[in-house]
């Protein structure tokens, strides 16, 4: 049975109610159209002002296909917000096998990896996935070279190809 989600959530909790249809609930929809601050659309688009993102890549991570679907200006509200506004259209949408833990477990993986890698967006991946500790660091180095990642890459620079490699070959290694 498929499910369609068509909402107007306020702009403050966009993240986490995005979070919880994608990754944390038992029944995913197949489609969302949601209307949300402009600026928090274009970060998940990946627009030329912000880029590759957190946020982006964990929605990516879940959406074949996320859709600009129009602007909605201030003026048409009232009182009217201080902010503009857009409508995306969120479409196939990974589900989750029922009964089985193999995707959320992939999904909690990703999701603490790339929380890490974009600990810092403005410095190094290897330096925010160590946090601190030198014999890591050294490890994600060899890591990054055997992929063929730059060591000096910040976390927007890497695909979301380059995440999925780096958490499978670290998941071998440890």
């Known amino acids: 049975r498929e499910s369609v989600v068509i909402a107007n959530i306020p702009y403050y909790i966009t993240s986490p109610i995005l979070f919880r249809f994608f990754f944390y609930l038992y029944f995913t929809p197949s489609e969302m159209v949601i209307l949300m601050q402009k600026e928090v659309g274009d970060k998940i688009r990946e627009t030329k002002e912000f880029g590759r993102s957190y946020f982006s890549l964990t929605c990516k991570r879940k959406c074949s296909s996320i859709k600009e679907c129009f602007k909605v200006a201030a003026g048409n509200f009232f009182p009217p917000p201080k902010v503009e506004s857009t409508v995306l259209h969120f479409s196939n949408i990974l589900k989750k096998n029922p009964g089985s833990n193999t995707q959320s477990g992939a999904d909690d993986r990703f999701l603490s990896v790339i929380s890490k890698?974009?600990?810092?967006?403005?410095?190094?991946?290897?330096?925010?996935?160590?946090?601190?500790?030198?014999?890591?660091?050294?490890?994600?180095?060899?890591?990054?070279?055997?992929?063929?990642?730059?060591?000096?890459?910040?976390?927007?620079?890497?695909?979301?190809?380059?995440?999925?490699r780096v958490i499978e070959k670290n998941l071998k290694n440890t």
């Open 117 to 164: 890698g974009f600990a810092h967006p403005r410095k190094f991946v290897v330096s925010n996935l160590a946090q601190g500790n030198s014999v890591q660091k050294n490890l994600y180095i060899e890591l990054f070279k055997e992929l063929g990642i730059s060591e000096q890459a910040r976390p927007a620079e890497l695909s979301m190809e380059d995440w999925e």
